[in-house]
């Protein structure tokens, strides 16, 4: 379980978080989104350890992280950027992970290595790609069995083939040992297949956490083709956003869809045709960024 309240952290007196609040139980596959500089990367720095907050509070399994060895020995955490020591091959990596982590298993090593049959073992890893350099990281951060993964762009790099493999391995940790993940993707297709639970972030804050079903529950399009303008919903909805093509008007709407519904026949009539569509975690993403005035700008020459 990781409980984060009303985390402050300022550099050179910018806030780059701004009170965050974010809640995840153990088992969650938990995606961190939102734009540049939301606060993302800062928020997980914390989660893992590696800054300690201005103000606020931050408890893993209830103890706190920052300086606490043996909870970072239940963590494993794959930063975007991901460092080797000079010269390093994926065997002498092996041995620093073994060392620093007493649950690495050796034998999940030898097992995933026909999962990663381009990697040399021998080879400096350093002289590896860059995607080759993440396979690298996640192998060895799998043989850890940790509590928690903490994932930092997990697949950006990766060729089709092997970003599946990843995250079916990954999955399969999920279900068998109930392992707890936390993803920071602006891969919201990828992401919307492997998480159960959704964190927006923007400007330092999480402006939304929810269960990707209930995300998607609340927020849909709808479509009406009906006569006499723009349909009416009362101030129970937020409409994020509305267009129309010709009598055909196509709204973005957050709330309870049954009652939507019912508002526009009754507004409209019962001839009246009304659609409900589900939306991608992409299109959610967009119009809740729209909302928080973070919105597509059109381009005009
Ligand atoms: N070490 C640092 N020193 C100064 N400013 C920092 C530092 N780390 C982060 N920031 C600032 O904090 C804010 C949040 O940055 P962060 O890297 O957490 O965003 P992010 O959501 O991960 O972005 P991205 O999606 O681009 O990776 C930004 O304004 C960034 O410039």
Same mark, same amino acid.
């Not at 995300?215 to 919903?233: E, M, R, S, T, Y």
């Given at each position: 379980?990781?409980?984060?309240?009303?985390?402050?952290?300022?550099?050179?007196?910018?806030?780059?978080?701004?009170?965050?609040?974010?809640?995840?139980?153990?088992?969650?596959?938990?995606?961190?989104?939102?734009?540049?500089?939301?606060?993302?990367?800062?928020?997980?720095?914390?989660?893992?350890?590696?800054?300690?907050?201005?103000?606020?509070?931050?408890?893993?399994?209830?103890?706190?992280?920052?300086?606490?060895?043996? /909870?970072?020995?239940?963590?494993?955490?794959?930063?975007?950027?991901?460092?080797?020591?000079?010269?390093?091959?994926?065997?002498? /990596?092996?041995?620093?992970?073994?060392?620093?982590?007493?649950?690495?298993?050796?034998?999940?090593?030898?097992?995933?290595?026909?999962?990663?049959?381009?990697?040399?073992?021998?080879?400096?890893?350093?002289?590896?790609?860059?995607?080759?350099?993440?396979?690298?990281?996640?192998?060895?951060?799998?043989?850890?069995?940790?509590?928690?993964?903490?994932?930092?762009?997990?697949?950006?790099?990766?060729?089709?083939?092997?970003?599946?493999?990843?995250?079916?391995?990954?999955?399969?940790?999920?279900?068998?040992?109930?392992?707890?993940?936390?993803?920071?993707?602006?891969?919201?297709?990828?992401?919307?297949?492997?998480?159960?639970?959704?964190?927006? /972030?923007?400007?330092?804050?999480?402006?939304?956490?929810?269960?990707?079903?209930?995300?998607?529950?609340?927020?849909?399009?709808?479509?009406?083709?009906?006569?006499?303008?723009?349909?009416?919903?009362?101030?129970?909805?937020?409409?994020?956003?509305?267009?129309?093509?010709?009598?055909?008007?196509?709204?973005?709407?957050?709330?309870?869809?049954?009652?939507?519904?019912?508002?526009?026949?009754?507004?409209?009539?019962?001839?009246?045709?009304?659609?409900?569509?589900?939306?991608?975690?992409?299109?959610?993403?967009?119009?809740?960024?729209?909302?928080?005035?973070?919105?597509?700008?059109?381009?005009?020459?």
């Amino acid at each position: 379980m990781i409980e984060v309240n009303h985390v402050i952290k300022s550099f050179d007196g910018i806030r780059a978080l701004d009170g965050v609040d974010m809640h995840v139980n153990q088992g969650d596959v938990y995606g961190l989104v939102g734009p540049n500089g939301a606060g993302k990367s800062t928020i997980i720095r914390h989660l893992t350890g590696i800054y300690r907050q201005d103000a606020g509070e931050i408890f893993i399994n209830g103890e706190e992280i920052f300086e606490n060895a043996q /909870m970072k020995g239940k963590i494993a955490y794959i930063p975007d950027e991901i460092f080797y020591f000079m010269q390093a091959n994926t065997m002498e /990596m092996m041995r620093y992970y073994r060392g620093l982590y007493a649950s690495f298993d050796l034998k999940t090593f030898y097992r995933m290595q026909e999962f990663f049959p381009n990697i040399d073992v021998k080879r400096n890893i350093r002289n590896l790609s860059k995607g080759m350099q993440k396979q690298v990281a996640f192998w060895l951060s799998i043989c850890v069995h940790p509590e928690i993964m903490i994932l930092d762009e997990p697949v950006d790099g990766l060729d089709p083939v092997m970003r599946r493999q990843i995250w079916n391995i990954l999955l399969s940790e999920v279900e068998e040992r109930n392992m707890t993940v936390v993803i920071s993707s602006h891969n919201l297709r990828e992401l919307e297949d492997v998480c159960d639970h959704v964190g927006i /972030m923007n400007k330092g804050k999480v402006m939304i956490e929810r269960s990707l079903s209930d995300l998607q529950d609340n927020i849909f399009k709808i479509q009406v083709a009906c006569f006499g303008g723009i349909p009416h919903l009362s101030e129970n909805f937020k409409i994020l956003h509305m267009s129309n093509t010709g009598r055909v008007h196509t709204l973005i709407v957050r709330g309870d869809r049954d009652v939507a519904v019912q508002e526009i026949l009754a507004d409209k009539g019962e001839k009246t045709i009304v659609d409900i569509l589900p939306l991608t975690l992409e299109e959610i993403f967009i119009y809740e960024m729209g909302g928080a005035d973070y919105e597509v700008k059109e381009i005009l020459f």
